[in-house]
């Protein structure tokens, strides 16, 4: 939010001003929302995280001057529907064009090969509801991740920026399908919670025949819970009455 203010476009920055801007910038920060790394014992960990956020902001910063964006803003408010339902959210960064093409980045801590997974199976869910909630006259925005522990941007394609590292979503699908999936998915959940419903896959437990989900209807394969976590929902532990 301090380093990318709306109207930069990045156009004047340099490596070296940046790296001394998000020095100074951390020196500030760490005495109210982290602390724990001016605990004794942290001077290696604070150097690594002062190292590759610095970084990401040139590189980050790299992107934007070279694909001719400006920053709209940092958590970006966004309202809309999905389905009937009323959503909103905070977009991490909204980039801009004078002819009003936007591009919606979600910047994440962790690595890149999880959030390319995300664009590879078409499940990229909070980008795609981001880009529904800004898309204008039908066009919706373009979308990318940014990993800051790695410093690297990956997008579904080129057009928003030409040398971010690819991930493509599959062929025959896109944001917008993915859109009408999550409204699907959403009435089918909102439905079985109306019915009184909750359902819960856990480990060792047979499910419902008679509940059946509609292929249609976005479901995690590998989504699946730990027994102990839902004792009054599944049954007690043998020999615990408490």
Known sequence: EEIFVKGEDCSSWTQAATE????GLLKILLSTE???????????????????????AWAMAGHIRENGWTVVGTEYGAKGKLGNQDVEGSVDLLLGKSDGTLAVVDLKWGQSKYLRTNLLENCAIQLALYAHMLKSKKKMPHVAYFSFSEAVLIAPDHK???????????????????????????DFRRGQLDCNNIEVPV????????????TDVLVDPE????????????????????
């Open 160 to 186: 928003a920026f030409k040398s971010a590292r690819l991930a493509e979503i599959p062929q025959g699908e896109s944001l917008d399908t993915l859109i009408v999936a999550m409204g699907k998915t959403f």
């Open 34 to 56: 982290g602390t724990v790394f001016l605990l004794p014992g942290y001077v290696s960990e604070l150097q690594s995280l002062l190292r590759k956020l610095k970084r990401a």
């Open 223 to 242: 989504w699946e819970s730990d027994p102990a976590e839902y004792r009054a929902l599944v049954g007690w532990e043998e020999g615990n009455r408490a």
């Open 20 to 23: 001394k801007k998000v020095d």
């Open 203 to 214: 480990a060792g437990t047979i499910a419902n025949p008679a509940v059946l989900i509609p």
